[in-house]
């Protein structure tokens, strides 16, 4: 779908999606239960941080990069949108013993 940076209700539209997306976020980081979820997701199952190259194996090495690309897209969402929690995701989840 096209759409219209100068139609009111259009930009009215995008922004209210906008902001609910940003809830789902807040609320998902903001008990220790979802931020360590959201770092097992994005440390372990999209292989962030860690080599996704399986040597003679281009499926393999495919299938990890599309995982890890999703694991990206993630956490920039996280780090971009919620600053403050992601360092306190890191802090709960990767800095302590």
Do not use: W
Not at 38 to 55: A, E, K, N, Q, W
Not at 71 to 97: S, V, W
């Amino acid at each position: 779908m096209t759409y219209d940076a100068s139609d009111p209700e259009q930009v009215a539209k995008a922004e209210k999606l906008e902001a609910d997306v940003q809830r789902d976020l807040d609320y998902i980081l903001k008990e220790p239960r979802g931020r360590r979820f959201l770092y097992g997701l994005i440390h372990d199952t999209c292989h962030i941080g860690r080599v996704s190259h399986v040597p003679g194996d281009s499926d393999s090495t495919a299938f990890n990069e599309g995982a890890r690309a999703i694991g990206e897209a993630l956490l920039e969402q996280i780090r971009t949108r919620a600053k403050a929690k992601y360092m306190l995701m890191l802090d709960e989840n990767h800095f302590e013993p």
